[in-house]
């Protein structure tokens, strides 16, 4: 990667380090030395350069490392400048890689939550026609040395399909401790930490804990879920031989698939925190039938009275000896009504299985004694339907 001002006598060494005071690097004697405010400007003009051409091989909508962003984060970068050639007498740059420390949250493979500060690689790039040279690893290998850290006491932000694979070739590792924060750790990360990784109080409940440890790539998240703490992670017993992979953004990996949904009854406790539905407000207001002062009122009586009251078949042939419309037509409304009580009552009874009570409204004309044959499927199938209808009202 090419600049219009000398590269090679602004960087030195094969490999600069930065900090966030993006200070110039000591020159070799005899180099002339241009202003000091010139050459942090050719520093951050590198810096920016660099950030652009990362995120645009891994297809980041925007750069994660930029000048402004390295001067306010306490993060260091190695840049590997291309020493060998001087294309057009001025250098060039091959390559960067970001690490910072950051304290996260990360489970171990019991699915305990950690506190840990371990450092995190960030961003890692090498310019497009020099990669697979070893120019990465070149850099990667310099950085563990400066740090003074082993390749599975890291923690990688989302890392790229390549990151991967080049983690996996050049360090062996390859197996993950599932997280369900940005960041992946490979096995042995719990082994060697130091200091230890601090165990959170088991007594802390699970709202006090961050689910998701900062990660420069937040933006990345494309996938919409339920809140905290609907969205836990589902138990697995074995770690994949793969952290998950990225969908839509081509090289990064994202967090893994939705998790399942939390179980029924989890469901309905939720749902019943939630404010109604603006139509099962309207619904409960019209039908005194579904008001829970009447199902309490009906809840002693025996299982089946209103239905006994008003029979028909669901095969058409009602054994009704007045079988005309307006009857028909009050029958459905019943039978929605009966099932929309039964929804309400196992929603209000945190579905523990209670049979719903039966109620006939009272201002209901009194209906010809039939026969009732609506098999119980059918029945629960409009109970489901009922349910998922409710679902539709979550808020995410
Ligand atoms: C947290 C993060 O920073 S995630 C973002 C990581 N960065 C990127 O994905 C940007 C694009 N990729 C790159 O810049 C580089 O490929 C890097 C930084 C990942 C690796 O640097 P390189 O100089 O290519 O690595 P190096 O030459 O030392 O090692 C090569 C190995 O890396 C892996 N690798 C590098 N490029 C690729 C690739 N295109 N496809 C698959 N694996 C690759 C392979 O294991 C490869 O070994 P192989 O050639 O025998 O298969």
Redesign the pocket.
């Known amino acids: 990667m090419e600049f219009p001002f000398d590269v090679d006598a602004l960087l030195p060494e094969r490999i600069t380090v930065l900090d966030q005071h993006l200070r110039p690097p000591a020159r070799r004697p005899g180099t002339t030395t241009p202003a000091r405010v010139d050459v942090q400007q050719q520093l951050m003009t590198i810096v920016d350069e660099l950030g652009k051409a ?1 995120a645009k ?2 297809h980041l909508p925007v750069p994660i490392t930029s000048a402004s962003r390295m001067q306010s984060n306490r993060h260091v970068m190695y840049v590997l400048k291309d020493s060998s050639a001087r294309p057009a007498g001025k250098g060039a740059i091959i ?1 960067f890689l970001k690490v910072g420390y950051k304290k996260l949250f990360v489970l171990d493979d019991r699915e305990a939550h950690n506190e840990v500060e371990p450092l995190c ?6 310019h497009e026609t ?9 850099l990667f290998q310099y950085m563990l040395q400066k740090e003074r850290v082993e390749p599975h006491q890291l923690a ?8 991967l ?2 983690l ?3 360090y062996n590792l390859e197996t993950t401790v599932p997280q369900v924060n940005n960041f992946v750790i490979f096995e042995g990360f719990f082994a060697h930490q130091h200091p230890p990784a601090r165990k959170l109080p088991p007594k802390r409940t699970e709202g006090d804990i961050k689910p998701y440890s900062s990660s420069d790539r937040e933006f990345l998240k494309v996938a919409v879920e339920p809140p905290w703490p609907l969205n836990r992670a589902p138990r697995r017993a074995t770690p994949p031989a793969h952290p998950p992979r990225s969908s839509s953004l081509g ?2 990996p994202e967090r893994g698939p939705l998790r399942p949904f939390v179980p029924e009854q989890e469901l309905l406790r939720s749902l019943r925190l939630c404010p109604p539905h603006p139509t099962a407000r309207l619904l409960l207001a019209t039908d005194p039938a579904a008001s829970p002062a009447q199902r309490r009122r009906t809840r002693g009586a025996p299982p089946g009275l209103g239905a006994q009251s008003r029979c028909y078949s669901r095969y058409g042939g009602l054994n009704s000896s007045s079988p005309n419309a307006d009857s028909q037509e009050w029958k459905q409304g019943e039978q929605e009504t009966e099932t929309r009580a039964a929804a309400e009552e196992t929603l209000s009874q945190d579905g523990c299985g209670e049979a719903p009570t039966h109620t006939a409204p009272p201002q209901a004309p009194a209906p010809p004694a039939q026969h009732c044959t609506v098999p119980a499927d059918v029945f629960n199938a409009r109970v489901i339907r009922n349910l998922q209808e409710r679902r539709s009202t979550r808020p995410w």
């Open positions: 990362s091989a891994q390559g690689i960030l961003d890692f790039y090498i020099l990669q697979r040279h070893g120019h990465g690893r070149e990688i932000d989302r890392p790229s399909q390549k990151l694979k080049f996996n070739k050049h090289n990064s």
